[in-house]
């Protein structure tokens, strides 16, 4: 059992612009666009934004023909592959890819039957574009609804098991699997399911997982057991808030999970009635200075002498506090005492050296 734990699960490559998803390449972070799609300005500033911001790819609503023809407007000004979102009407999946978009995502469960699904998989395959097969718990076909006797699990696996070998049977590829439920348990076991029986790779993430803190951690709970498992190729933080937001959390996710690298790591006390010194600002200020790092480097900030030797030796760079200052470490060598005021300037330039 633990031997296959982190063990990412092989899966085909398939492209979605300049971004390669699965097939053993990093986990891409992804995020969607909260503005009008046909407010060209708005949503195109905040493409840029995420992307900015780490996203990889960006994917925007595509409600209509309007938000078709700003498509071609926003892709031409994007700085990461667009995906169109696409509900209910097939043409405008097809439209969308002619309007330059780099991959589609197609719900089997409100398309509109596999006609429709054929013709937008053509398309795509004409073009070289990526399809998201992106079944959702919410919007599940009616009979699989009925032998299930609801959005279970299975029920998730058997609607994406259908429109792929639908769509692998008529020689198309390049596909993306996405099987989500707004609960993490339900999300999880699906993914598990379905892991046995494709190659092609996962979007994960936990859909509609809420405003605030709650929805961060549902998000951190249900990506971080796929991943542990060796699911997922690309992820999606699906929040009520700033898209930014998504992308900022997707990225501590990921590299929480040990699956990513986007910059330093701080290992921080929580502080307790041992600690003589100011920690928390002392974390809170070195983590926002290296904040444009990246580097991946350990960087621990210690309240006392109980585990702060051992954990400052062990990171890159450290500090074991005392009374009034504390000791800095550099790569498990004694550099000499800080006062406490200095702790902070001391930290970021051995961080910065450490990283050159
Ligand atoms: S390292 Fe020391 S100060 Fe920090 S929480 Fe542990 S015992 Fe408390």
Redesign the pocket.
């Known amino acids: 059992m633990a031997e296959r734990l982190f063990r990412r699960r092989k899966t085909h490559a398939v492209r979605c612009g300049d971004v390669i998803i699965g097939g053993g390449s990093p986990v891409s972070v992804q995020t969607m666009t909260k503005t009008d799609t046909r407010d060209v300005a708005a949503t195109l500033a905040q493409v840029n934004q995420c992307a900015e911001a780490g996203a990889d790819i960006v994917r925007v609503a595509v409600p209509d023909m309007d938000a078709v023809e700003a498509l071609k407007k926003i892709k031409a000004g994007a700085k990461c592959p667009i995906v169109a979102d696409i509900h209910f009407d097939y043409n405008l999946a097809v439209a969308s890819m002619r309007a330059g978009a780099d991959k589609v995502r197609v719900n089997p469960g409100n398309i509109g039957g596999r006609e429709n699904l054929l013709k937008v998989a053509r398309e795509a395959k004409e073009r070289g574009a990526a399809i998201r097969v992106g079944v959702n718990s919410g919007s599940l076909e009616k009979d699989i609804l009925e032998k299930y006797g609801g959005p279970e699990p299975e029920a998730l696996v058997e609607s994406a098991r259908r429109s792929l070998e639908f769509l692998e049977d008529h020689g198309i590829g390049d596909l993306v699997i996405s099987l989500k439920s707004s609960s993490v348990k339900a999300t999880v076991k699906a993914y598990a399911l379905m892991a046995g029986e494709t190659r092609w790779p996962f979007h994960i993430g936990i859909t509609e997982a809420g405003p605030g803190m709650g929805g961060v951690i549902k998000s951190a709970v249900g990506i971080s057991s796929l991943l542990t498992l060796g699911l997922g190729d690309t992820v999606r933080v699906s929040l009520t808030g700033s898209p930014l937001e998504e992308v900022k959390v997707a990225r501590e996710i990921l590299q929480a999970a040990e699956a990513a690298v986007f910059g330093p790591e701080i290992i921080?006390?929580?502080?307790?009635?041992?600690?003589?010194v100011n920690?928390i600002p002392v974390a809170e200020a070195v983590a926002e200075r290296l904040k444009d790092m990246r580097a991946h480097l350990k960087v621990a900030i210690?309240?006392?002498?109980?585990?702060?030797p051992g954990?400052a030796r062990e990171a890159d760079v450290g500090v074991?506090?005392g009374r009034d200052g504390g000791i800095l470490f550099r790569h498990g060598k004694v550099l000499g005492r800080v006062p406490e005021a200095e702790i902070v300037d001391a930290l970021v330039r051995l961080a910065r050296e450490a990283a050159k």
């Open positions: 921080s006390c929580p502080t307790c009635g041992r600690t003589q920690l210690m309240g006392c002498p109980v585990n702060g954990e074991a506090c």
